[in-house]
T-cell receptor, first 112, second 114 residues
């Protein structure tokens, strides 16, 4: 089945550690996104990529990094510089013709 | 800069009744796309409905329809014949044009009672 796969679903991290969240898609979409969701804050854009080897910062990119070496993959690294990383993270890819975003099931990161 | 505002953090409706969720936005572009997404308790985001700004006709998808007022920059979602399964958080979203990021509002939590 075509879709977006995020892993892991749940992740615990100690303060000071970097963690990487995986996002893979088999929809042949060029554009991919990472959003952070906090209660009462909606979805805030972290990074997005329109094409392989290119990506742009969103509104809350500080403390995060991404790479886009393959069309199918857009991993997000939450670095130790991110001051409040506990959140729900959503990855999406976008159909260029309709603009529709297709979302993964999300990853819940908890910093202990 | 583009912004999306949802002024109703929470709404409630009874089964079979109609409810309208509000959304206003700001953009300097004339051509853009507007979306409503649903996030049920499972947290899986699902597209509800989509509107292209150049189209004057309001989009409809079964029980879901929009009232798109371009001059007022308003994009409300009407849910008719509400069902228990409609209970979710609903997000309004805007994309100016291909190549720019899709921006979301803060969401409205809809409760449906029997």
């Amino acid at each position: 089945d075509g879709g977006i796969t995020q892993s892991p679903k749940y992740l615990f991290r100690k303060e000071g550690q970097n963690v990487t969240l995986s996002c893979e898609q088999n929809l042949n979409h060029d554009a991919m996104y990472w959003y952070r969701q906090d209660p009462g804050q909606g979805l805030r854009l972290i990074y997005y990529s329109q094409i392989v080897n290119d990506f742009q910062k969103g509104d809350i990119a500080e403390g995060y990094s991404v790479s886009r070496e393959k069309k199918e993959s857009f991993p997000l690294t939450v670095t130790s510089a991110q001051k409040n990383p506990t959140a729900f993270y959503l990855c999406a890819s976008q159909d260029w013709f309709t603009g529709e975003l297709f979302f993964g099931e999300g990853s819940r990161l908890t910093v202990l | 800069a583009q912004t999306v505002t949802q002024s109703q953090p929470e709404m409630s409706v009874q089964e079979a009744e109609t409810v309208t969720l509000s959304c206003t936005y700001d953009t300097s572009e004339s051509d853009y796309y507007l979306f409503w997404y649903k996030q049920p308790p499972s947290r899986q985001m699902i597209l509800v409905i989509r509107q292209e700004a150049y189209k004057q006709q309001n989009a409809t998808e079964n029980r879901f329809s929009v009232n798109f007022q371009k001059a007022a920059k308003s994009f409300s979602l009407k849910i008719s014949d509400s069902q228990l399964g409609d209970a979710a958080m609903y997000f309004c979203a805007l994309q100016n044009q291909a190549g720019t990021a899709l921006i979301f509002g803060k969401g409205t939590t809809l409760s449906v009672s029997s």
